[in-house]
């Protein structure tokens, strides 16, 4: 007797593959792609493309949409920590929690189903901003799948307190821990703290680095011998990296190899990388994004992300994954044959970097799908294909029908 399936998706297009299929889905799983099947119910999706859901690998939901309260900032990446530092004393977990539930509904209705979370714990923000986030977490996983990365903005060795703050996070739920060696006064010192910690609680780690674009000095390579020196390989990011931009071909080559060497992942965030990055030197000035995809190709683990939403860091922002990719294609010059691949660095790659088990479109997978108004990689990326509906754990979890027109009756097309 064949199986009745809960779900079956019909006439559906898949990454790389010029013909239409069928998925069936049960329990929550992914149980048959490309076959005859029976199931309860059935959604004929008229040839558009589905894809796994998108994966964002850095976004900060504690600092977001506070452009109401903060306008009119200068001074780059130092002049945008400092405005939100200003702030974070006086934040509270529902003010927290308000503004990252706004960001989290455009992210889910966007195609978004999995998030690392940035949260900033210091003795300025405390846990506030952090419980925040733990009840985002639990309120929303209907919809997504969230980690919470607890991180010191502003510093380490340099801020008394920091450090018991986030042991604290980690006793209390945090899934990984985070750093930004450059706004300490001791980078390395920071580095060596944050990676006993992370060994101490058996935790992965997702550092802020090489924000800008003097490509005198770096921070990668000791990042990358902790992580071999630890045994943490596969278990360590970076994002921004934005000095591999300005690097010459040697001192990129060399660093790409320790990245890879190292199983260190890097995440490109275009949008604050091209705002924050060289404002002091006008509209002449370089604006550096780490080239992901030539990391890509040197077998390193990449993503692209979204970072920050209307705030002094990034006053931008939809939380659109297919728009952030669709940047870096812009930035990068990187013409049509690649757009499937910038698609796997909202999709695949970020899941590799997050861990993320059973992710994808096969057999055994969780049914986390999202269904695109396109029919094909490349019009999905290149036209911005806007997300029609979504499948959380086999459960349709969003739904944005297609813009529809209206002309007038007299009208002859």
Same mark, same amino acid.
């Given at each position: 007797?064949?199986?009745?399936?809960?779900?079956?998706?019909?006439?559906?297009?898949?990454?790389?593959?010029?013909?239409?299929?069928?998925?069936?889905?049960?329990?929550?799983?992914?149980? =048959?792609?490309?076959?005859?099947?029976?199931?309860?119910?059935?959604?004929?999706?008229?040839?558009?493309?589905?894809?796994?859901?998108?994966?964002?690998?850095?976004?900060?939901?504690?600092?977001?949409?506070?452009?109401?309260?903060? !306008? =009119?900032?200068?001074?780059?990446?130092?002049?945008?920590?400092?405005?939100?530092?200003?702030?974070?004393?006086?934040?509270?977990?529902?003010?927290?929690?308000?503004?990252?539930?706004?960001?989290? #509904?455009?992210?889910?209705? !966007?195609?978004?189903?999995?998030? #690392?979370?940035?949260?900033?714990?210091?003795?300025?923000?405390?846990?506030?901003?952090?419980?925040?986030?733990?009840?985002?977490?639990?309120? @929303?996983?209907?919809?997504?799948?969230?980690?919470?990365?607890?991180? $010191?903005?502003?510093?380490?060795?340099?801020?008394?307190?920091?450090?018991?703050?986030?042991?604290?996070?980690?006793?209390?739920?945090?899934?990984?821990?985070?750093?930004?060696?450059?706004?300490?006064?001791? $980078?390395?010192?920071?580095?060596?703290?944050?990676?006993?910690?992370?060994?101490?609680?058996?935790?992965?780690?997702?550092?802020?680095?090489? @924000?800008?674009?003097?490509? %005198?000095?770096?921070?990668?390579?000791?990042?990358? *011998? #902790?992580?071999?020196?630890?045994?943490? !390989?596969?278990?360590?990011?970076?994002?921004?990296?934005?000095?591999?931009?300005?690097?010459?071909?040697?001192?990129?080559?060399?660093?790409?190899?320790?990245?890879?060497?190292?199983?260190?992942?890097?995440?490109?965030?275009?949008?604050?990388?091209?705002?924050?990055?060289?404002?002091?030197?006008?509209?002449?000035?370089?604006?550096?994004? =780490?080239?992901?995809?030539?990391?890509?190709?040197?077998?390193?683990?990449?993503?692209?992300?979204?970072?920050?939403?209307?705030?002094?860091?990034?006053? @931008?922002?939809?939380?659109?994954?297919?728009?952030?990719?669709?940047?870096?294609?812009?930035?990068?010059?990187?013409?049509?044959?690649?757009? %499937?691949?910038?698609?796997?660095?909202?999709?695949?790659?970020?899941?590799?970097?997050?861990?993320?088990?059973?992710?994808?479109?096969?057999?055994?997978?969780?049914?986390?799908?999202?269904?695109?108004?396109?029919?094909?990689?490349?019009?999905?990326?290149?036209?911005?294909?806007? $997300?029609?509906?979504?499948?959380?754990?086999? *459960?349709? %979890?969003?739904?944005?029908?297609?813009?529809?027109?209206?002309? $007038?009756?007299?009208?002859? @097309?």
């Amino acid at each position: 007797m064949s199986t009745v399936h809960d779900l079956l998706l019909t006439n559906i297009r898949l990454p790389r593959h010029d013909a239409s299929m069928s998925l069936a889905i049960t329990a929550g799983r992914i149980a =048959a792609v490309g076959s005859d099947v029976t199931a309860r119910e059935v959604i004929d999706l008229g040839g558009k493309l589905v894809l796994p859901g998108f994966a964002d690998s850095h976004i900060h939901l504690d600092k977001a949409c506070l452009l109401c309260r903060c !306008q =009119a900032v200068t001074g780059g990446l130092k002049g945008a920590i400092a405005a939100v530092s200003r702030l974070k004393s006086d934040f509270t977990v529902e003010d927290v929690y308000a503004r990252g539930e706004a960001v989290l #509904r455009r992210a889910i209705s !966007q195609g978004t189903m999995f998030l #690392r979370a940035h949260v900033e714990v210091d003795p300025r923000a405390g846990l506030r901003s952090f419980e925040a986030m733990k009840a985002l977490k639990q309120d @929303f996983a209907w919809a997504i799948d969230m980690q919470i990365c607890a991180f $010191p903005q502003e510093g380490l060795t340099n801020d008394p307190g920091t450090e018991a703050l986030l042991e604290q996070a980690l006793a209390d739920g945090a899934d990984l821990l985070g750093g930004c060696p450059y706004t300490d006064g001791d $980078p390395e010192a920071q580095m060596d703290r944050l990676f006993a910690m992370a060994k101490a609680h058996d935790v992965d780690l997702d550092f802020h680095l090489d @924000f800008d674009l003097d490509a %005198s000095w770096s921070h990668l390579e000791p990042l990358c *011998r #902790r992580t071999v020196a630890m045994g943490w !390989q596969g278990r360590v990011a970076a994002g921004h990296v934005t000095k591999l931009a300005a690097m010459d071909e040697a001192g990129f080559e060399r660093h790409a190899a320790l990245l890879s060497a190292s199983g260190v992942a890097v995440t490109a965030l275009p949008s604050t990388d091209l705002y924050l990055n060289a404002r002091t030197e006008g509209v002449r000035g370089a604006r550096g994004v =780490a080239p992901i995809h030539l990391l890509a190709e040197k077998g390193v683990t990449v993503s692209i992300a979204t970072n920050n939403v209307l705030n002094p860091f990034t006053p @931008f922002g939809d939380c659109s994954l297919l728009r952030m990719a669709n940047l870096y294609a812009n930035v990068a010059q990187l013409g049509p044959e690649t757009f %499937s691949t910038c698609l796997d660095f909202i999709t695949h790659h970020p899941a590799r970097l997050m861990g993320l088990e059973a992710y994808g479109i096969a057999v055994g997978a969780q049914a986390d799908l999202i269904v695109l108004d396109a029919e094909d990689d490349i019009h999905a990326l290149g036209g911005l294909a806007q $997300p029609l509906m979504g499948f959380k754990r086999g *459960r349709k %979890s969003f739904e944005r029908p297609a813009a529809k027109l209206l002309p $007038p009756a007299a009208f002859v @097309f």
